[in-house]
């Protein structure tokens, strides 16, 4: 299987840290792996460096891309001139039911920012919504709460918590819920783990850099319905301490999918020190748990051995097949370590 035919200008990078590997999977219809289903590897067919260009752009075949939104409340640091607001997530959902797409942006200085979408391209706002707590590095969307609207979830990784935002009628966000998860916690997802029909959370990030600290990696936080979460249990295979100076390092990368006719997710994890890839699923007690370690270098290499490149991040989808056969496939992109 080859992306030769793919248009060299789908995705161009001037990034020194080329991603240089894409690799990918898949299970049919029947929930059974694809003939290719071993790793694939496939160079750097999704990712170019344009040479003797000074600039390029993400998606540069497409010219609509002009519109610009501002978000945030602009509030400058008087000694570095830094903005103390910057953005750091963006997630999309209908929330106020009107049939029109809306956006969401988490904030550095605790600020949520949602953009109510008119249908034509164009935003009412952004409106600033309080989230109750700092430092928010994450956002998605779910209906956390079982109304059937989508609601709001950013994790605040020096608070150790999650910030739930629940839609309400006929436009806007209840106050801020906090659900308690680990300093730290700087990503997110939401899917059904266990197959009950509520949507859990699961969250990970770096832990506190202490010798007596218990590393915990990826915190399930199981949903019991109306917004309610109780911790069922971490994955401490995958986590790792903070990295000495910085501020919130490995950077975690989260996607929860269903494979065709099971009834449960399944999490994708990993992380920018590592070159393998976790599949979680919940075992007999409930817990999310290791089911599976994707190794794209082979299987004898393990999490703490050396290796040339490490993941950056990962998407799940029907990507290399027609939708119709509703084949998931997983691709990782990676980069030199």
């Known amino acids: 299987m080859t992306l030769n035919t793919m248009n060299a200008h789908h995705v161009i990078s001037l990034s020194t840290r080329l ?6 999977f898949g299970w049919n219809r029947n929930g059974r792996p694809c003939s290719w289903a071993r790793p694939v590897f496939l160079g750097i067919a999704l990712a170019f460096v344009l040479a003797g260009s000074s600039r390029a752009q993400l998606f540069q075949n497409l010219q609509t891309l002009a519109l610009s939104i501002p978000v945030g409340s602009g509030e400058i640091d008087p000694i570095s001139g830094k903005r103390l607001d910057g953005p750091r997530w963006i997630c999309a959902a209908d929330f106020d039911q009107d049939g029109n797409q809306d956006f969401a942006t988490c904030h550095l200085n605790g600020d949520i920012f949602v953009g109510w979408g008119r249908g034509d391209g164009s935003f009412e706002g952004p409106e600033r919504v309080v989230s ?4 928010l590095r994450a956002i998605i969307a779910g209906d956390f709460n079982g109304d059937g609207r989508p609601d709001v979830a950013a994790a605040a990784p020096y608070d150790g918590v999650v910030t739930l935002l629940f839609s309400r009628t006929p436009r ?6 906090l659900v308690p998860t680990f300093k730290r916690a700087r990503n997110l997802e939401a899917g059904d783990f266990d197959g ?6 699961a969250v990970a990030g770096p832990d506190e850099p202490t010798t007596n600290q218990v590393v915990t990696g990826v915190l399930h936080l199981r949903g019991t319905g109306g917004g309610s979460f109780v911790k069922m249990g971490t994955v401490p295979e995958i986590g790792l301490q903070n990295l000495e100076g910085s501020k919130l390092k490995p950077v975690f990368s989260l996607e929860s999918f269903r494979r065709p006719g099971e009834i449960k997710d399944t999490l994708a994890v990993t992380h920018e020190q590592s070159p393998a890839i976790w599949l979680l699923r919940t075992g007999t007690n409930g817990a999310l748990q290791i089911a599976n370690t994707l190794s794209w270098f082979g299987s004898q290499l393990g999490v703490s051995n050396a290796s040339p490149y490490a993941v950056d991040s990962l998407k799940v989808g029907t990507i290399f097949a027609p939708a119709a056969t509703h084949q998931m496939d997983l691709v990782a992109v990676m980069q030199q370590a």
Do not use: R, T, V
């Open 19 to 24: 991603p240089q590997i894409i690799a990918a």
């Open 132 to 135: 109750g707590a700092s430092d």
């Open 196 to 201: 009950d029909g509520i949507l859990d959370l």
């Open 172 to 177: 806007g966000f209840a106050p801020p819920s």
